[in-house]
Protein backbone atom coordinates (compact mmCIF):
# COMPACT_ATOMS: atom_id res chain seq x y z
CA UNK A 1 0.00 0.00 0.00
CA UNK A 2 1.09 3.49 -0.84
CA UNK A 3 1.49 6.48 1.57
CA UNK A 4 -1.58 7.86 0.14
CA UNK A 5 -3.62 4.61 0.01
CA UNK A 6 -2.66 3.83 3.58
CA UNK A 7 -4.49 7.38 4.22
CA UNK A 8 -7.38 6.61 2.72
CA UNK A 9 -8.00 3.50 4.48
CA UNK A 10 -7.03 4.54 8.00
CA UNK A 11 -9.28 7.82 7.49
CA UNK A 12 -12.36 5.14 6.32
CA UNK A 13 -12.10 2.75 8.85
CA UNK A 14 -11.58 5.89 11.64
CA UNK A 15 -14.45 7.74 10.37
CA UNK A 16 -16.26 4.07 10.80
CA UNK A 17 -15.05 4.13 15.00
CA UNK A 18 -16.29 7.65 14.79
CA UNK A 19 -19.79 6.25 13.29
CA UNK A 20 -19.25 3.36 15.76
CA UNK A 21 -19.22 6.01 19.15
CA UNK A 22 -22.31 7.83 17.81
CA UNK A 23 -23.93 4.12 17.48
CA UNK A 24 -23.19 3.42 21.24
CA UNK A 25 -24.37 7.14 22.42
CA UNK A 26 -27.84 6.25 20.61
CA UNK A 27 -27.79 2.97 22.44
CA UNK A 28 -27.20 4.51 25.66
CA UNK A 29 -29.86 7.16 24.94
CA UNK A 30 -32.31 4.52 23.67
CA UNK A 31 -32.03 2.48 26.54
CA UNK A 32 -32.49 5.47 29.26
CA UNK A 33 -35.22 6.26 27.43
CA UNK A 34 -37.32 2.90 27.90
CA UNK A 35 -37.08 3.07 23.87
CA UNK A 36 -35.44 0.22 22.88
CA UNK A 37 -38.33 -2.53 23.13
CA UNK A 38 -40.79 -0.09 20.89
CA UNK A 39 -40.02 -1.61 17.57
CA UNK A 40 -42.02 -5.99 18.05
CA UNK A 41 -40.04 -7.17 15.06
CA UNK A 42 -37.01 -7.74 13.92
CA UNK A 43 -36.52 -7.23 9.83
CA UNK A 44 -32.56 -6.78 8.53
CA UNK A 45 -33.80 -5.57 5.68
CA UNK A 46 -37.30 -4.07 5.00
CA UNK A 47 -36.64 -2.79 8.53
CA UNK A 48 -34.79 0.12 7.07
CA UNK A 49 -38.46 2.15 6.19
CA UNK A 50 -40.07 3.89 8.84
CA UNK A 51 -44.36 3.34 8.87
CA UNK A 52 -45.48 5.40 5.54
CA UNK A 53 -49.05 4.80 6.15
CA UNK A 54 -51.16 5.64 9.65
CA UNK A 55 -52.53 2.20 8.85
CA UNK A 56 -48.60 0.60 9.60
CA UNK A 57 -48.49 3.26 12.53
CA UNK A 58 -51.31 2.07 14.22
CA UNK A 59 -49.98 -1.92 13.60
CA UNK A 60 -46.63 -1.13 15.32
CA UNK A 61 -48.17 0.74 17.91
CA UNK A 62 -51.01 -2.26 18.87
CA UNK A 63 -47.78 -4.52 18.57
CA UNK A 64 -46.41 -2.69 21.61
CA UNK A 65 -49.43 -2.78 23.39
CA UNK A 66 -49.00 -6.22 23.77
CA UNK A 67 -45.94 -6.76 25.91
CA UNK A 68 -45.56 -5.92 29.66
CA UNK A 69 -43.55 -2.42 29.21
CA UNK A 70 -46.58 -0.71 27.70
CA UNK A 71 -48.98 -2.82 30.21
CA UNK A 72 -46.85 -1.05 33.44
CA UNK A 73 -45.53 1.56 32.23
CA UNK A 74 -47.28 4.07 29.44
CA UNK A 75 -50.51 2.50 29.51
CA UNK A 76 -52.81 4.80 28.03
CA UNK A 77 -49.93 7.35 26.20
CA UNK A 78 -51.38 7.02 23.26
CA UNK A 79 -49.60 7.05 19.58
CA UNK A 80 -48.09 10.43 19.88
CA UNK A 81 -46.19 8.78 22.90
CA UNK A 82 -45.25 6.02 21.30
CA UNK A 83 -44.16 7.09 17.63
CA UNK A 84 -41.44 9.24 20.26
CA UNK A 85 -40.12 6.53 21.66
CA UNK A 86 -40.50 4.51 17.74
CA UNK A 87 -38.18 6.89 16.28
CA UNK A 88 -35.63 6.65 19.25
CA UNK A 89 -35.19 3.26 18.25
CA UNK A 90 -35.66 3.56 14.74
CA UNK A 91 -32.75 5.69 14.28
CA UNK A 92 -30.49 2.89 16.74
CA UNK A 93 -31.21 0.35 14.36
CA UNK A 94 -30.99 2.51 10.67
CA UNK A 95 -27.63 4.21 11.78
CA UNK A 96 -26.24 0.12 12.65
CA UNK A 97 -27.63 -0.26 8.91
CA UNK A 98 -25.73 2.60 7.63
CA UNK A 99 -22.68 1.56 9.19
CA UNK A 100 -22.63 -1.92 7.84
CA UNK A 101 -23.31 -0.15 4.55
CA UNK A 102 -20.76 2.05 4.61
CA UNK A 103 -17.96 -0.62 4.87
CA UNK A 104 -19.54 -2.92 2.33
CA UNK A 105 -19.27 -0.55 -0.38
CA UNK A 106 -15.79 0.95 0.61
CA UNK A 107 -14.65 -2.27 1.35
CA UNK A 108 -15.67 -3.12 -2.34
CA UNK A 109 -14.58 -0.07 -3.74
CA UNK A 110 -11.06 -0.58 -2.43
CA UNK A 111 -10.93 -4.55 -2.80
CA UNK A 112 -11.96 -4.12 -6.51
CA UNK A 113 -9.10 -1.17 -6.87
CA UNK A 114 -6.18 -3.34 -6.04
CA UNK A 115 -5.66 -0.71 -2.80
CA UNK A 116 -6.00 -3.75 0.02
CA UNK A 117 -4.00 -6.86 0.23
CA UNK A 118 -5.93 -10.22 0.82
CA UNK A 119 -5.30 -10.85 3.98
CA UNK A 120 -7.22 -7.11 4.55
CA UNK A 121 -9.87 -7.86 2.65
CA UNK A 122 -10.73 -10.94 4.66
CA UNK A 123 -10.27 -9.25 8.39
CA UNK A 124 -12.55 -6.71 6.88
CA UNK A 125 -15.38 -8.79 5.36
CA UNK A 126 -15.07 -10.68 8.84
CA UNK A 127 -15.81 -7.23 10.71
CA UNK A 128 -18.77 -7.11 8.12
CA UNK A 129 -19.86 -10.42 9.23
CA UNK A 130 -19.45 -9.70 13.05
CA UNK A 131 -21.47 -6.22 12.50
CA UNK A 132 -24.36 -8.17 11.16
CA UNK A 133 -23.88 -10.72 14.01
CA UNK A 134 -23.91 -7.45 16.80
CA UNK A 135 -27.42 -6.88 15.14
CA UNK A 136 -28.71 -10.55 15.74
CA UNK A 137 -27.69 -9.86 19.56
CA UNK A 138 -29.02 -6.57 19.54
CA UNK A 139 -32.60 -8.44 18.61
CA UNK A 140 -31.61 -11.27 21.32
CA UNK A 141 -31.14 -8.70 23.90
CA UNK A 142 -34.53 -6.93 22.93
CA UNK A 143 -36.47 -9.89 22.54
CA UNK A 144 -35.80 -10.68 25.85
CA UNK A 145 -37.96 -7.46 27.26
CA UNK A 146 -41.24 -9.24 25.57
CA UNK A 147 -41.66 -12.14 28.62
CA UNK A 148 -44.23 -11.54 31.29
CA UNK A 149 -43.95 -9.15 33.94
CA UNK A 150 -41.08 -7.45 32.01
CA UNK A 151 -40.33 -3.60 31.21
CA UNK A 152 -36.79 -3.78 30.15
CA UNK A 153 -34.13 -6.21 28.58
CA UNK A 154 -32.14 -8.75 30.81
CA UNK A 155 -29.06 -6.85 31.99
CA UNK A 156 -27.15 -10.25 30.79
CA UNK A 157 -27.91 -9.71 27.31
CA UNK A 158 -27.43 -6.24 27.69
CA UNK A 159 -23.92 -6.62 28.38
CA UNK A 160 -23.49 -9.26 25.71
CA UNK A 161 -24.58 -7.19 23.14
CA UNK A 162 -22.43 -4.11 24.49
CA UNK A 163 -19.14 -5.79 24.78
CA UNK A 164 -19.62 -6.97 21.46
CA UNK A 165 -20.25 -3.56 20.41
CA UNK A 166 -16.48 -2.97 21.87
CA UNK A 167 -14.91 -5.64 20.88
CA UNK A 168 -15.32 -4.83 17.49
CA UNK A 169 -15.01 -1.06 17.93
CA UNK A 170 -11.44 -1.70 19.67
CA UNK A 171 -10.67 -4.51 16.25
CA UNK A 172 -11.51 -1.91 13.98
CA UNK A 173 -9.42 1.03 15.95
CA UNK A 174 -6.33 -1.12 15.96
CA UNK A 175 -6.85 -1.72 12.12
CA UNK A 176 -6.77 1.54 11.31
CA UNK A 177 -4.01 2.17 13.53
CA UNK A 178 -1.76 -0.06 12.08
CA UNK A 179 -2.16 1.17 8.46
CA UNK A 180 -1.42 4.62 9.41
CA UNK A 181 1.50 3.85 10.91
CA UNK A 182 3.11 0.35 9.72
CA UNK A 183 6.38 0.53 10.89
CA UNK A 184 6.20 0.55 15.17
CA UNK A 185 7.98 3.80 16.39
CA UNK A 186 11.27 3.67 18.42
CA UNK A 187 11.23 4.49 22.04
CA UNK A 188 14.33 5.91 23.29
CA UNK A 189 13.60 4.63 27.03
CA UNK A 190 13.12 1.49 26.50
CA UNK A 191 13.05 0.35 30.11
CA UNK A 192 10.05 3.16 31.25
CA UNK A 193 8.43 2.09 27.91
CA UNK A 194 8.33 -1.88 29.01
CA UNK A 195 7.03 -0.47 32.50
CA UNK A 196 4.30 1.37 31.25
CA UNK A 197 3.46 -0.76 28.01
CA UNK A 198 3.04 -3.30 30.71
CA UNK A 199 0.69 -1.35 33.12
CA UNK A 200 -1.54 0.26 30.64
CA UNK A 201 -2.32 -2.99 28.96
CA UNK A 202 -3.56 -3.61 33.04
CA UNK A 203 -5.22 -0.40 32.78
CA UNK A 204 -6.87 -1.68 29.73
CA UNK A 205 -8.12 -4.87 31.22
CA UNK A 206 -9.68 -2.75 33.94
CA UNK A 207 -11.21 -0.51 31.84
CA UNK A 208 -13.29 -3.37 29.93
CA UNK A 209 -13.98 -4.71 33.40
CA UNK A 210 -15.45 -1.56 34.32
CA UNK A 211 -17.54 -0.98 31.22
CA UNK A 212 -18.96 -4.50 31.85
CA UNK A 213 -19.75 -3.86 35.25
CA UNK A 214 -21.20 -0.45 33.70
CA UNK A 215 -23.29 -2.79 31.51
CA UNK A 216 -24.54 -4.55 34.20
CA UNK A 217 -25.25 -1.33 36.18
CA UNK A 218 -27.25 -0.11 33.50
CA UNK A 219 -28.82 -3.09 33.31
CA UNK A 220 -30.07 -3.95 37.18
CA UNK A 221 -30.65 0.53 37.29
CA UNK A 222 -28.45 0.16 39.95
CA UNK A 223 -27.51 3.57 39.38
CA UNK A 224 -31.36 4.88 40.63
CA UNK A 225 -29.89 3.56 44.35
CA UNK A 226 -27.07 5.27 46.19
CA UNK A 227 -27.13 8.36 44.95
CA UNK A 228 -24.19 9.84 47.46
CA UNK A 229 -20.55 9.51 46.96
CA UNK A 230 -17.77 7.87 48.30
CA UNK A 231 -19.89 6.56 51.15
CA UNK A 232 -22.93 3.70 50.25
CA UNK A 233 -25.66 5.20 52.33
CA UNK A 234 -22.86 5.59 55.12
CA UNK A 235 -20.76 2.58 54.46
CA UNK A 236 -17.81 1.91 52.18
CA UNK A 237 -19.10 -1.59 51.56
CA UNK A 238 -23.12 -1.31 51.41
CA UNK A 239 -24.81 -3.27 53.49
CA UNK A 240 -26.11 -6.49 51.96
CA UNK A 241 -23.27 -7.03 48.81
CA UNK A 242 -23.50 -10.55 49.32
CA UNK A 243 -26.85 -11.40 50.22
CA UNK A 244 -27.73 -13.37 47.05
CA UNK A 245 -26.39 -17.15 46.42
CA UNK A 246 -24.24 -18.34 44.83
CA UNK A 247 -22.12 -15.54 46.01
CA UNK A 248 -20.62 -15.10 41.90
CA UNK A 249 -24.60 -13.90 41.36
CA UNK A 250 -24.22 -10.40 43.19
CA UNK A 251 -22.10 -9.38 40.86
CA UNK A 252 -24.56 -9.11 37.74
CA UNK A 253 -28.25 -9.24 40.15
CA UNK A 254 -27.40 -7.45 43.61
CA UNK A 255 -28.14 -3.76 43.12
CA UNK A 256 -26.04 -2.82 46.03
CA UNK A 257 -22.80 -4.90 44.46
CA UNK A 258 -23.26 -4.22 41.16
CA UNK A 259 -22.78 -0.63 42.24
CA UNK A 260 -19.93 -0.85 44.16
CA UNK A 261 -18.23 -2.94 42.39
CA UNK A 262 -18.27 -0.55 39.04
CA UNK A 263 -17.10 2.04 41.28
CA UNK A 264 -14.80 -0.31 42.88
CA UNK A 265 -13.48 -0.98 39.30
CA UNK A 266 -13.17 2.77 38.20
CA UNK A 267 -11.28 4.00 41.22
CA UNK A 268 -8.65 1.50 40.06
CA UNK A 269 -8.74 2.18 36.65
CA UNK A 270 -8.12 5.56 37.45
CA UNK A 271 -5.05 4.75 39.69
CA UNK A 272 -3.65 2.54 37.23
CA UNK A 273 -4.01 5.27 34.63
CA UNK A 274 -2.47 7.80 37.47
CA UNK A 275 0.55 5.37 37.25
CA UNK A 276 0.66 5.57 33.52
CA UNK A 277 0.92 9.09 33.87
CA UNK A 278 3.12 8.86 36.60
CA UNK A 279 5.70 7.26 34.89
CA UNK A 280 5.19 7.89 31.27
CA UNK A 281 4.82 11.58 31.20
CA UNK A 282 8.38 11.72 32.32
CA UNK A 283 10.05 9.22 30.19
CA UNK A 284 11.25 9.72 26.74
CA UNK A 285 8.70 7.49 24.84
CA UNK A 286 8.36 8.89 21.43
CA UNK A 287 6.03 12.20 20.22
CA UNK A 288 3.13 10.01 19.98
CA UNK A 289 3.02 7.56 23.07
CA UNK A 290 3.72 11.03 25.30
CA UNK A 291 1.09 12.61 23.79
CA UNK A 292 -1.21 9.27 24.21
CA UNK A 293 0.03 9.10 27.73
CA UNK A 294 -1.41 12.40 28.11
CA UNK A 295 -4.43 12.31 26.74
CA UNK A 296 -5.35 9.51 29.00
CA UNK A 297 -4.65 11.01 31.95
CA UNK A 298 -6.96 13.69 30.82
CA UNK A 299 -9.34 11.20 29.95
CA UNK A 300 -9.71 9.31 32.92
CA UNK A 301 -10.52 12.69 34.91
CA UNK A 302 -12.52 13.34 32.48
CA UNK A 303 -15.10 9.93 32.58
CA UNK A 304 -14.45 9.43 36.53
CA UNK A 305 -16.17 13.12 36.92
CA UNK A 306 -18.86 12.01 34.30
CA UNK A 307 -19.63 8.89 36.15
CA UNK A 308 -19.98 10.53 39.54
CA UNK A 309 -21.94 13.33 38.21
CA UNK A 310 -23.95 10.72 36.75
CA UNK A 311 -24.48 9.30 40.02
CA UNK A 312 -25.32 12.55 42.25
CA UNK A 313 -27.29 13.70 39.56
CA UNK A 314 -29.56 10.38 39.79
CA UNK A 315 -28.48 9.59 35.68
CA UNK A 316 -29.81 12.42 33.61
CA UNK A 317 -30.36 11.10 30.39
CA UNK A 318 -27.81 13.86 29.11
CA UNK A 319 -25.39 12.92 31.18
CA UNK A 320 -25.49 9.25 31.40
CA UNK A 321 -25.38 8.58 27.78
CA UNK A 322 -22.44 11.28 27.77
CA UNK A 323 -20.52 8.99 30.52
CA UNK A 324 -21.82 5.41 28.14
CA UNK A 325 -19.95 7.32 25.20
CA UNK A 326 -16.69 8.55 26.84
CA UNK A 327 -16.08 5.04 28.17
CA UNK A 328 -15.32 4.42 24.48
CA UNK A 329 -13.16 7.62 24.75
CA UNK A 330 -11.30 6.75 26.97
CA UNK A 331 -10.92 3.13 25.54
CA UNK A 332 -9.85 4.67 22.11
CA UNK A 333 -7.16 6.93 23.88
CA UNK A 334 -5.46 3.79 25.71
CA UNK A 335 -5.84 1.55 22.58
CA UNK A 336 -3.87 4.59 20.51
CA UNK A 337 -1.08 5.00 23.37
CA UNK A 338 -0.69 0.73 23.50
CA UNK A 339 0.08 1.31 20.17
CA UNK A 340 2.33 3.67 19.89
CA UNK A 341 4.20 1.61 22.18
CA UNK A 342 4.68 -1.46 20.14
CA UNK A 343 8.07 -0.64 19.28
CA UNK A 344 9.66 -1.07 23.11
CA UNK A 345 11.42 -3.64 22.27
CA UNK A 346 13.08 -2.32 18.95
CA UNK A 347 16.58 -0.63 18.78
CA UNK A 348 17.32 2.83 18.17
Not at 23 to 29: K, P
Request: proline content about 4%; aromatic content about 12%.
Amino acid sequence: MTPRDRRRVSNWLLTICVMLLGMIALGGATRLTGSGLSIMDWRPVTGILPPLSHAEWERQFELYKGIPQYKILHDGFGLAGFQKIFWAEWTHRFWGRMIGLYLLLRLVWFAATGVLTRALILRLALFFVLGGLQGAIGWFMVASGFRADSTAVEPVRLVLHLSAAFILYVAILWTALSIRFPRPSIIPDRQAGRRVRAILAAAIGLISLTIVAGGFTAGTHAGFSYNTFPLMEGRLIPEGYGKLSPFWFNWIANIPAVQFDHRLLATLTALCVGLVLLIGARANLGERAHRGVILLGWAVLAQYSLGVTTLLLVVPVPVATLHQTFAAVLLSVAVFTLHALRGVGRAS
